[in-house]
Structures are given as C-alpha cells and as structure tokens.
C-alpha cells in the first residue's frame, strides 16, 4: 500500500490516508490480516508527520477496519469488498475503457472526474434523499453490518 498525498486538495492529510486506505479495501487490494505500513514506512515514503499517520490509522480503528498488534503492526481487520467492486473486475474494465474513450475525446482528470460525479450524484439521489429523511426523524438502517 502507498499512499498519495495530495497537499493542494484541501483534503486533511490524515482524511486522505483514510480515504486511500478504504478505497484498497473496497477494491479487495487489502484483505483481512494484511499489514498496513507503518508511520515510519509512510514517513520516509511521504515527508509526513508521523503523528497523522497515527491519526488516521487510530480512525481506521474506530472504524473496526483495522487493529494495531502491538510490536508487530496494523493489520487490516475487515475488508469493506464487494464483488463487483474488485479491481479485477469486468466492471472496472469497462470503466477502464470508458476513461480511456473518453482522454482519447480531449476530456482531462478533471473533466472526466466532474462527469462521472454529476452521473453518480444524478443516480444516487433519491438514496441521499432517503438518507437525508432517515437522520432528520432519527431512523436508522443496518446494512451490510454496518449501521446507516
């Protein structure tokens, strides 16, 4: 696992190591008893403070993601993966050559990366939408093990 740090993004640093690390998850790139790097691993990979690394892996924790061993490291917990999600799957690889149909068409990160959200916010809304009425009467949900 390396980690991107983006300083220009606004995005906390230790919010993006979050973010990176649960994006792995998702992909299936981490699985269950891998070994996340250690701060000063990330340290000498990012000129970080090793501080927010501990920041963000401490989140992880809370999160039931991940677990430090003592001595030994922090090790992935659960995997937050889903089938078609994987990063070998067929749907990544129409996506893949989505990406590249579109660079080919002129559109750059940026362009393509506001297109692919306006679909998502425009597909998942009406899921906002209900997430929204659930927290504003106090329901609740349980999906996936997870509450919502």
Not at 20 to 41: C, F, I, S, V, Y
Not at 45 to 67: C, D, H, M, S
Not at 71 to 93: E, N, W
Request: proline content about 5%; charged content about 30%; overall charge neutral.
């Amino acid at each position: 696992m390396e980690y991107r740090i983006d300083r220009r993004s606004g995005i906390a640093t230790y919010l993006q190591i979050v973010q990176q690390t649960k994006q792995a998850l998702r992909l299936g790139l981490l699985q269950p008893g891998d070994r996340l790097p250690t701060a000063k691993e990330v340290v000498a990979a990012t000129a970080i403070n090793p501080n927010t690394v501990l920041k963000a892996y401490r989140e992880l924790e809370r999160e039931g993601l991940v677990e430090p061993r003592p001595g030994l490291g922090t090790f992935v917990r659960r995997s937050l993966a889903r089938p078609g999600a994987a990063a070998d799957s067929p749907l990544r690889a129409e996506l893949a050559a989505w990406a590249d149909r579109a660079r080919a068409a002129g559109l750059d990160r940026e362009d393509i990366a506001a297109l692919i959200a306006s679909v998502l916010d425009e597909r998942f809304r009406d899921d906002d939408d209900t997430t929204t009425a659930r927290a504003a009467t106090g329901e609740s949900t349980v999906r996936n093990g997870e509450n919502g």
